[in-house]
């Protein structure tokens, strides 16, 4: 018996192989490729980011030495943060196409509701991402636009004062306000990333990918199609 | 294989599905490949690079006591990662005439805790109960080897110099 077979007969691997990856789709185009690709700089956040928190420090007194060590001493630490660095804006610039393929297509209509709405959480992610890791490098341009990006919150009727107070942990960027935007940064975020980005490949790979919208019929749900072949 | 069949009679020749499965493999493989030997670069580069070891002045030949090893500790600037610090070295050194000299390190050779001159008239090792003679033969306890001899120079204004470990 090889090894595979052992594996399958404990796990049903073979399955999860067969729905995830091998599962059937419509005759599609390139615009329906956008999600994956989001997914693929994903995985690729998540790699050069683990990378870099290997060397990175959240603290003002050594957050940009510590950069800098990367940039210039680290073997390949050009090339770690410069897929780290480029991959951030290739992902906010693929998840807003991915999402206009889906207006256009109008793939977020029934029963792709709610994988729409976990679409719109993973947006929201995707840019606090990019907000908090922007802190990070504690640059003048790091600083001066997070200044400029928190002050808005301050605009809020009542209770902006306050909240600027938690944004930054004081009234002004400091140490405190580099600590929290680290935490969410590789904490916060990257868990809510992987939860909401978990539902969402459920529920496509649940309900199918929609049919172009010049084909009439939709493909049937997967349990239709169990009940078919069965 | 089903699909495979239906897809294409003829066995020998490469399907389109089987073709895909291989590119995808293949490309897979490449950005693992490229992405991999990156990164365990970017973690072993710390090991990689080269410490840059100047000359130290330790002390001058009158200072150290006869038959007794002296301790002399030196603060040198040294760069770790990015952080520039002041860190500490503490040599032993030994002489029975003043003429000929022995210049150690006081790492104990078990687990590297830091040892001292202990007056009963041995090098003592707290952290286990390390005990070496004046020359830094271990006499007692778990240390497997005498302590780390180093090079030194000594010039023409009687000052030991070594070099920056
Ligand atoms: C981190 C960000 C995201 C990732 C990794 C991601 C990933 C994916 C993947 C792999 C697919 C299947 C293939 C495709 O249709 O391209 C998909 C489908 C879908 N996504 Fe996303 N997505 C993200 C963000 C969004 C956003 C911002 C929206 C909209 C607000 C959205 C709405 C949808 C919908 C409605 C579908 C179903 C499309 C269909 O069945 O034709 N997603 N997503
Ligand atoms: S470290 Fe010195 S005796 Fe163990």
Known sequence: ?230 | MTDAQMENEDPRELSRREFMDRSIKAIGAFIGLTMGIPAVGYLISPALQQQPGGRVRLGRTSEVEIGVPTLFTVTIDKTTGWVKSEIDLAYFVYTEDGINFTVMSNICTHLGCRTHWNEAGYIYCPCHDGRFDVQGNVIAGPPPRPLKRVEFQVDANNTILIREA
Do not use: C
């Open chain 1, 1 to 230: 018996m090889g090894l595979g077979q052992w594996l399958n007969e404990r796990t049903g691997i073979h399955d999860v192989y067969r729905v995830v990856l091998a599962r059937k789709i419509p005759k599609t185009g390139w615009a329906y490729t956008l999600g994956s690709a989001t997914l693929f700089v994903m995985i690729n956040q998540i790699v050069t980011g683990i990378l870099l928190s290997i060397y990175y420090v959240p603290t003002p007194d050594h957050a940009w030495d510590s950069v800098n060590y990367i940039q210039n001493e680290v073997l390949f630490g050009w090339l770690i943060r410069g897929l780290h660095h480029f991959g951030a804006s290739a992902m906010v610039i693929l998840v807003g196409l991915h999402m206009i393929r889906v207006v256009i297509y109008g793939a977020y209509k029934y029963p792709r509701e709610v994988t729409w709405l976990t679409g719109v959480l993973l947006l929201i992610i995707t840019m606090a991402f990019g907000f908090t890791g922007y802190l990070l490098p504690w640059d003048q341009k790091a600083y001066w636009a997070t200044t400029v990006g928190t002050q808005f919150v301050g605009t809020t009727p009542l209770v902006g004062d306050w909240m600027l107070n938690v944004v930054r942990g004081g009234p002004d960027l400091s140490a405190v306000t580099l600590a929290r935007f680290f935490g969410v940064h590789v904490w916060v975020l990257p868990a809510a990333l992987l939860t909401v980005v978990s539902i969402h490949l459920f529920l496509v790979i649940r309900l199918g990918i929609s049919n172009p919208p010049w084909k009439k019929n939709q493909p049937p749900l997967p349990q239709d199609e169990t009940e078919a072949s069965a």
